[in-house]
């Protein structure tokens, strides 16, 4: 049942500090692994195609995570995905103690635990998106969805990110690592401790007598997932691309720039998730993406350090505005007894569609160096489009669905 407390519900109060620390942790090292691909001899455009499986396996395994959720509940499948997510930052640490002097076999191992974790993730995010969502008041839920997943999460990476390139450039990744994992090992206690579950699923005899079925593509699904889907073909191949195009010498310059854009991050956040539910979704893609496009064409131009850093701050804070938005959309839509299926099948076909944003990029990249943040511009214009068209008034179903529950 879902919650209409004044108060922060507990789930949301435990997902928010589990995302704490998980990004605090990952802060100190993660956003270094194009860096470290780079380190062990790969060049761009076959970071490209690492980052292209990355999708896949992320996005397959939401496919699998979403309809677990619905039959298992929530809970157990947070468990399985974070587990899965912890073992595959150990292979990237087990490669950099025992190949440290095989560059070939550290970039190997560090590939395959890397895709490990985006297992991982993907087989834990539709249960989490759902456990928020159906944890959250009708009123608030982009405002709970966005506190527990950007505002907080944003906050401690701003120093600790510099903690991270600090460790980088002294050759100490490893001590990044080796933290990040003991934070992770934290929040999986937490969960398994303090999460509540807020759907059983359905029991042994009634899965003995369901036939599994994969969702139906209907209209509003097939838009929703164009439209966030042109976002992360551009945002996926950027993701890897950006710090490429600081450059390997401006890695110090790099670390502060991500650092103020997560104190955008955190504020935006909050801003993004309270005009969701106050003038709805389409304000805000509408008006979140139009500026985005803006943006990300003005962003290759700055002239200065400074520019830089204000056009990414920019860029990240209106990136904020679409992130609840899906979720949203889908429980709104949908009975509770499908939405982690339905969120699954989303998760999954935008990420398997974003799969070929690392390559579009890289192939962009042999047009100009500037060519790859014109292409995202144009995709979230496009995408603006597909999100109109999916939230007309004819595709939206009833507020029948609370009825249902």
């Not at 994992?181 to 509540?196: H, K, N, S, T």
């Not at 579950?197 to 209209?219: A, L, N």
């Not at 699904?221 to 992360?232: E, Q, R, T």
Request: hydrophobic fraction near 50%.
């Amino acid at each position: 049942m879902e919650e209409e407390s004044r108060g922060i519900p507990r789930n949301v109060l435990v997902m928010s500090v589990g995302n704490t620390i998980t990004t605090s942790a990952n802060s100190l090292w993660i956003m270094f692994m194009p860096y470290l691909f780079a380190d062990v001899g790969i060049i761009p455009f076959y970071i490209g195609i690492i980052f292209t499986g990355l999708a896949v396996s992320r996005g397959t395994a939401s496919l699998v995570g979403g309809r677990a959720a619905d039959r298992m509940g929530r809970k157990q499948v947070i468990y399985i995905g974070y587990g899965n997510y912890i073992l595959g930052a150990l292979v990237i640490l087990f490669s950099l103690i025992f190949f440290s002097t095989n560059t070939n076999l550290t970039g190997l191992f560090a590939v395959i635990g890397y895709m490990w974790m985006m297992v991982g993730s993907g087989l834990q995010r539709p249960a989490s998106s759902m456990l928020l969502i159906e944890s959250s008041p009708q009123k608030r839920r982009g405002l709970s969805f966005m506190f527990a997943t950007r505002f907080l999460p944003s906050i401690p990476p701003a120093v600790l990110i510099l903690v991270g390139t600090s460790l980088y450039v002294n050759n100490q990744f490893w001590l990044g690592l080796s933290l990040g994992i003991a934070g992770l090992l934290v929040v999986l206690l937490l969960f398994i401790v303090f999460l509540q579950e807020t759907h059983i699923g359905v029991t042994q005899s009634q899965q003995k007598m369901r036939r599994p079925s994969i969702p139906r593509f209907d209209g509003f699904l097939i838009l929703l997932v164009a439209a966030f889907a042109l976002d992360g073909i551009s945002s996926s191949g950027l993701s890897w691309y950006v710090p490429i195009f600081i450059g390997r010498a401006n890695v110090d310059f790099y670390g502060v720039m991500i650092s103020v854009s997560t104190l955008v991050i955190a504020i935006s956040a909050i801003v993004s998730g309270g005009l969701v539910d106050r003038f709805g979704t389409k304000a805000a893609i509408l008006g979140g993406w139009s500026l985005l496009a803006v943006t990300v064409v003005l962003f290759p131009f700055g002239s200065t350090l400074l520019e830089i850093v204000i056009l990414y701050s920019i860029w990240a804070g209106l990136d904020m505005v679409d992130v609840s938005v899906p979720p949203l959309a889908i429980a709104e839509k949908y009975p509770k007894e499908k939405r982690a299926s339905i969120m699954g099948t989303y998760s999954m076909s935008v990420s398997l569609l974003s799969m070929v944003g690392p390559v579009l990029i890289s192939f962009g990249i042999l047009l100009g160096d500037n060519v790859p943040f014109y292409m995202k511009a144009v995709m979230n214009s496009v995408g603006v489009l597909f999100f109109i068209l999916a939230t007309r008034p004819s595709q939206i179903i009833d507020d029948d669905v609370s009825a249902r529950q």
